[in-house]
């Protein structure tokens, strides 16, 4: 790796740990205002702090988030679909030179292996990759999983190689209690796990826990930290896992502490 692209990737895994705590925002992209995220000017400030970095729209970037701020930007440049139509009709939105002129640490794109439109999806990412290399710009791909697809280890290590292969630095992937390490195993560079859909704060933690315990370097995790009843306490739980180590129950103890 070029040294701006060894750059950037430190200031999201760091380089102590060799993990990540990555707040996923950019839900609004195809859901809307989002339960939590309502009003990101004044929900993302406090839990900035104790977040490697923000995965976040342009859009919401700019309107909501301080100049100021120290949280390194992982930038979505993918969308184009909404909830009410196809989620794999997506495309790349945002230019190269607008993820750098938002001082961006890296971007991010969805991949939909097995989904109607794979092939342009796949396509776009290796066109990304083709631009980010040329300016040094670590790219994440995130394998979006359709409704009728089955999140388990064969799935998932099949969409997390392909993304490896067209290029991917970092993987964004599901996390499958069978087989996860396999998945890891098969995928040549780091992964970290998708929190999905809001489930117990309890099981939230223990599903980070098993991941990094597997091989993952750490979570892009979102609703369950911001539709949380504590969302501080929710993502300073998960940043000791990821960072320290810490038991489930020491950290549903944080989270509980707020």
């Not at 390194?72 to 030179?97: A, H, Q, W, Y």
Request: one cysteine or more.
């Amino acid at each position: 790796m070029d040294w701006g692209l060894k750059n950037r990737l430190s200031k999201t895994i760091s380089p102590k740990t060799g993990k990540t705590v990555m707040l996923a925002v950019d839900h609004g992209y195809f859901q809307g205002p989002t339960t939590g995220l309502k009003n990101p000017k004044e929900d993302l400030p406090k839990l900035l702090p104790y977040a490697d970095s923000l995965f976040i729209t342009r859009g919401i970037l700019r309107n909501c988030i301080d100049a100021n701020t120290n949280v390194p930007i992982f930038l979505r440049v993918s969308g184009g679909t909404s909830i009410l139509g196809e989620l794999s009709n997506e495309d790349i939105t945002t230019s190269m030179k607008e993820a750098l002129r938002l001082n961006s640490v890296g971007v991010g794109m969805s991949v939909f292996v097995g989904a109607k439109n794979e092939d342009r999806t796949i396509s776009n990412l290796g066109r990304l990759v083709n631009e980010a290399e040329d300016v040094g710009m670590p790219v994440l791909a995130i394998t979006a999983v359709g409704k009728d697809m089955v999140r388990d280890a064969r799935y998932l290590g099949l969409a997390s190689r392909i993304c490896a292969e067209m290029g991917a630095h970092i993987v964004k992937t599901y996390y499958c209690e069978k087989d996860f390490d396999k998945v890891v195993e098969g995928c040549p560079v780091p992964i970290v796990i998708a929190g999905g859909k809001k489930i117990p704060e309890k099981d939230a933690l223990q599903m980070a826990s098993n991941a990094i315990r597997d091989g993952a370097v750490g979570v892009d995790m979102g609703r369950n930290i911001f539709q949380s009843d504590k969302p501080v306490g929710m993502i300073k739980a998960i940043n000791a896992i990821v960072h320290k180590n810490v038991s489930v129950k020491e950290a549903f103890d944080i989270y509980k502490n707020g």
